[in-house]
């Protein structure tokens, strides 16, 4: 009940918000948009987007996707809204398909989904290039970092960046002789060290022991770099700690040795082989000029534990001196931990970004996590817009959220008198595109 007056406060500006956005008389709308310079700036200056897995071209609805946690996700084209749910995925889609694909229906049902796949027909057929600058023009985007497997060969390079994964590194064996796994991990570790097997024979290294497979790493990371990555991205939270332990690399060949002759059987030691190899990759990352991207807090699959993804986990290699020269990325602002992740961004190695949260909440509530961050001493040069948008759609909708929940962080910080109008603004162009293209 105590929180009754600032969600009031914080309504009344987003309702103003929202006049001004759609509104028919401008004159109206500068009367109910209390910082209009700030207001403007927002709405004029495109994003830098540091985490995205872009969907290029016209893709068929399908209702079956596969998705554990959520619906619909991130790659699906568009869905039907359900009347049941509340989701600020649901409340903005028939939004952004009017803005992406000129759409005219107020809400998507079953059977709009024809109509729709009609109009992103049309759309796409300009190609994947064109169409997904487009959809970035349309949004407000300038340039994405886009998470693929492979570089990405088929859209802008002046627009969508690549960032590469480096989890397989981790796991150089697969997961059928570790006891008290579950079957989920034994498919992720099965997977991963296929990945490695294949890459290994192209880059000519046969593994006889850990100090040969550390020559492969660093024969990837370099590959990596070579071919345009801007950063690397670590997803392992979906399935282990955060927590990277320093490991004695007498011990971590031990390891090796054992996963090579197959009698590496317990968890814990796979972990500790896991924990050595992924510093080092770390440590390299650093070397080469890449950011660490790493997937902290809540997360779209049901195998995803939310004390594994814990921010606070990432202390482990944040407060040691020896990765100061690695700048880490955590991605979806640790939520929903993004209040515990406040003391880390003090260290000169650590940002945040708030993509999924700007179109899994309602900016009411992103506004709250950035109010909060900004309060906090020299957080303004740590945090950083992503997206993690798949589908047209979904990039329409974080940058839209992202938005309004800036301006109302921002004039919420005016209205206490923290900061004057024209370094809200200042505070702004460092969130949406400064911050990002400082680390990268
Ligand atoms: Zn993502």
New binding site residues.
């Given amino acids: 009940m105590r929180k009754t007056p600032t969600l009031c406060f914080i309504l009344l500006i987003l309702s103003a918000v929202t006049a001004s956005a759609s509104s028919s008389s401008s004159a109206a709308a500068a009367a109910e948009t209390p910082y209009p310079k700030l207001r403007a700036f927002i709405g004029a200056t495109p994003f830098i987007d540091v ?1 995205s ?1 872009p969907s290029a071209g016209h893709r068929v609805y399908d209702p079956r996707d596969p998705y554990p946690t959520l619906e619909p996700p991130i790659g699906r084209p568009f869905w039907p809204v359900r009347p049941e749910r509340i989701a600020v995925f649901d409340s903005l889609e028939p939004q952004a398909l009017r803005a992406v694909y000129g759409y005219k229906g107020e809400s998507v049902r079953a059977e709009d989904i024809p109509a729709i796949e009609a109009l992103s027909k049309e759309f796409w057929a300009a190609g994947k290039k064109e169409g997904f600058n487009r959809v970035l023009d349309i949004a407000g985007i300038e340039r994405t970092f886009a ?1 693929p497997e492979t570089p990405v060969r088929d859209l802008d390079p002046a627009r969508v960046s690549w960032v590469a994964f480096v989890d397989h590194l981790f796991y150089p064996f697969g997961g059928a002789k570790l006891k008290n796994i579950s079957p989920y991990l034994i498919a992720i570790l099965d997977d991963s060290s296929r990945g490695v097997a294949v890459e290994s024979i192209k880059f000519g290294v046969k593994f006889t022991d850990l100090a040969s497979y550390m020559s492969y790493v660093r024969a990837v990371l370099a590959d990596d770099k070579k071919n345009g990555a801007v950063a690397v991205k670590v997803g392992s939270a979906y399935f282990r700690t955060l927590w990277f332990g320093d490991v004695d690399e007498d011990e971590a060949a031990a390891y090796f040795a054992s996963g090579l002759a197959g009698t590496l059987t317990r968890w814990e030691d796979y972990q500790k082989l896991q924990d050595f190899i992924a510093r080092a990759v770390f440590l390299e990352a650093g070397r080469l000029n890449l950011p660490v991207h790493v ?1 902290t807090g809540f997360g779209a699959d049901a195998g995803l534990r939310s004390l594994d993804s814990n921010p606070l986990n990432l202390e482990s290699v944040l407060s040691d001196i020896r990765f100061k020269d690695t700048r880490f990325v955590m ?1 979806h602002a640790g939520y929903p931990q993004w209040d515990k992740l406040k003391p880390l961004l003090e260290k000169r190695n650590a940002f945040v970004d708030f ?2 949260v700007n179109w899994m909440v309602y900016p009411r509530e992103l506004a709250g996590i950035l109010y909060d961050w900004l309060s906090y001493p020299g957080a303004s040069e740590k945090i950083v817009f992503g997206s ?1 948008a798949g589908a047209p759609v979904f990039f329409w909708i974080a940058a839209r959220v992202s938005r309004d929940a800036l301006y109302l962080a921002l004039s919420r910080l005016i209205d206490e008198g923290i900061i004057p109008e024209d370094k809200a603004v200042l505070i702004a162009e460092k969130l949406m595109r400064g911050n990002a293209l400082r680390i990268h």
């Fill in positions: 985490h897995h998470n997937h991605l993509s999924a993690d």
